[in-house]
């Protein structure tokens, strides 16, 4: 026989810590809106969301190890906004906070909903930042909250 194993949307009871990046604050202060309101939608608490602000994408990574390790947390949530320059700072700032928060996500077991936007312009960062593409901020809490159910799904399945 075959077996199905979901996640499921529901925040209730969830202790959710939502890191933020301050570049392009104008963009990653609309994807933690649309994180904190897809989250208390679900059902979680004001009170169990914790906000964090790191300085750009780049420090995403460390400060999501950080809370991972605090045990305080269910789930995270990593917001940034990396847009492309004149030289390729970019690329490194983006790919290294998509790897960073990666290897924090696998050595922690903790789920952390990817919200980093890496754009070519500042239109396509509106566009996904609550704009006519959706809010990638809520996208990603709702990941996350999806694989902590998930995990323990499959957890209660061995
Ligand atoms: N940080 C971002 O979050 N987005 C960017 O687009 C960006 N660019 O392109 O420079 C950026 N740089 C800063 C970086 O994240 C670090 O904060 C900085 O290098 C200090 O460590």
């Given at each position: 026989?075959?077996?199905?194993?979901?996640?499921?949307?529901?925040?209730?009871?969830?202790r959710v810590?939502?890191?933020?990046?301050?570049?392009?604050?104008?963009?990653?202060?609309k994807?933690?809106?649309g994180?904190?309101?897809?989250?208390?939608?679900?059902?979680a608490?004001?009170?169990?969301?914790?906000e964090?602000?790191?300085?750009?994408a780049w420090?995403?990574p460390?400060?999501a190890?950080?809370l991972a390790e605090?045990s305080r947390?269910?789930?995270?949530?990593c917001?940034g906004?990396?847009i492309?320059g004149?030289?390729t700072?970019h690329?490194?700032?983006?790919?290294e906070a998509?790897?960073?928060i990666?290897?924090?996500?696998?050595a922690?077991?903790?789920?952390i909903?990817?919200?980093?936007?890496?754009?070519?312009t500042?239109e396509q960062?509106?566009?996904r930042?609550?704009g006519?593409?959706?809010?990638?901020?809520a996208?990603?809490?709702?990941?996350?909250?999806?694989?902590v159910h998930?995990?323990?799904?499959i957890?209660?399945?061995?």
């Amino acid at each position: 026989m075959s077996a199905t194993i979901r996640g499921k949307d529901d925040a209730t009871g969830l202790r959710v810590a939502i890191v933020v990046s301050r570049f392009n604050e104008f963009i990653t202060m609309k994807l933690l809106a649309g994180a904190r309101e897809a989250l208390i939608a679900h059902g979680a608490k004001a009170e169990d969301i914790t906000e964090v602000w790191v300085p750009g994408a780049w420090e995403l990574p460390l400060a999501a190890e950080s809370l991972a390790e605090t045990s305080r947390f269910d789930a995270l949530v990593c917001l940034g906004c990396v847009i492309r320059g004149e030289t390729t700072h970019h690329i490194h700032v983006g790919g290294e906070a998509a790897r960073g928060i990666a290897d924090v996500t696998l050595a922690t077991n903790i789920p952390i909903g990817f919200g980093v936007l890496t754009t070519d312009t500042l239109e396509q960062a509106v566009a996904r930042a609550g704009g006519k593409d959706g809010n990638k901020g809520a996208d990603a809490a709702m990941a996350a909250v999806e694989m902590v159910h998930l995990l323990s799904a499959i957890r209660k399945s061995q």
